[in-house]
Structures are given as structure tokens and as C-alpha cells.
């Protein structure tokens, strides 16, 4: 866990699923992303590197924010860090594959409400849909995306709007499944703070998921 501080009219995240971060490429990629996004908090899930150095910090995202990381290894259905900003609660997300595992992250998902503060955002790769219109094939469990949304509902947690794409996540085949499992997720006192919040999708050439900034005030 580790303190960020953030004017409170000036709030912005970058969410990205790099899938590996050991190529320049790819943190060539990330670091020309936070210059032109101007993002103060970046949570970047599967970068696959267990060993950063000094310099891939730096490549990846620049001096200034090379000093101020937390990283986690994977850990079975662990969700991620927490971050604490001087009045939010920032949950960076990296939802586990299977069925079983999902149910035990949403259980620890839930479980974390004693240690938040009521300004409160929860971004990140969920990899779970919340409608069955957030899959392109139609093949969904209607029983997880009950599971997930009555979990949102008991954290009082609304979904932001995703812009510039329909869905998030392609898995690159000639005839593609898409879905939208990357999520933001914000509390009703988070958003009386920054009620013009905007949810922008980019485009990727680096990873199969698309980079997601958040904005405070749009």
C-alpha cells in the first residue's frame, strides 16, 4: 500500500493491461501514453515483470513516477494494491480466469469495505462482464455477472461509461471475441467530487486490451 496525493480538481488514471512489460517496445509504448495523457496515478495490470530495474522504471514510466510504484506478484484471486490519496481510495484490479477463483475475488473484493475511505474508485482488468451485452459471442455466465453486480450493489459502487469503444478486450482472431471486463467503478461520494468524470478508451498496437484514462473533471 502506498500514499498518492492528488488536487482534487485535477484526477487523472491510466488503466492499461500491457500483457508484458519485458520488451523496450512495450514501455516505450506505456511512457508515450502517460506524456500525452498527463495521468498523476497509473495501474498497469500482467506486466509479467517480477525483476524491475532502475532503468525499465524509467522507460516505462518516465523519472518523476520511476520513484513512486508498488508492484504485486500474481496471488491466486488477489485483486491488487490499494492506493491512498489524501481523500480516495484508489483499488487497482487484476481479476483472477476461473469460475472458482472469481467467486473468492468477489468475496475479497467485498471484503475490503472496512478499509476504504467513502470517496472510493475500483479500476482494473475484472475480467468479469457486468450484462450479457459486454460479450460480442453471447456465451456468458448469468450467474457470475449476478454475483458481480449484487457485489457492486452492496459497495454502492456505479459504473463509468465507457467511451471511444464498445468493448475493451479482443482477442485478435480473424472472426474476434470482444468483451468488456475492464471496468471503472466509483463511489456516489467520489463522484459528487468530480461529477464531469469521463471514462476514455485508446487504441493499443502493444497489447490485445485497450488503455483506459480516467479523468476527474472533463
Known sequence: M???LIASSDCKILCWNIRGLNRAAKRASVHNLISSSGASIICLQETKTSNWTTSMLIEALGPSLATQHVSLPAN?????????????????????QTDQDKI?????????????????????????ICSAQDQSNGRVNLLLIQRFTRVLDDLQLQKLTLNGRKFSYSNG????????IVHCFAS????????NANLQASASLTSDHAPLLIQGNA
Open 76 to 96: 491466486g484471486a488477489s485483486g491488487g494494491p490499494l492506493h491512498l490519496t489524501a481523500n480516495t481510495t484508489i483499488s487497482g484490479v487484476y481479476g483472477p
Open 173 to 180: 482472431q480473424d472472426s474476434p471475441t470482444m468483451s468488456k
Open 104 to 128: 473468492s475475488f468477489l468475496a475479497e473484493l467485498a471484503s475490503l469495505q472496512p478499509l476504504v475511505l467513502m470517496a472510493r474508485v475500483a479500476l482494473g482488468d475484472f475480467n468479469l
Open 188 to 195: 456516489v461520494e467520489w463522484l459528487a467530487q468530480f461529477p
Open 2 to 4: 502506498r500514499s498518492f
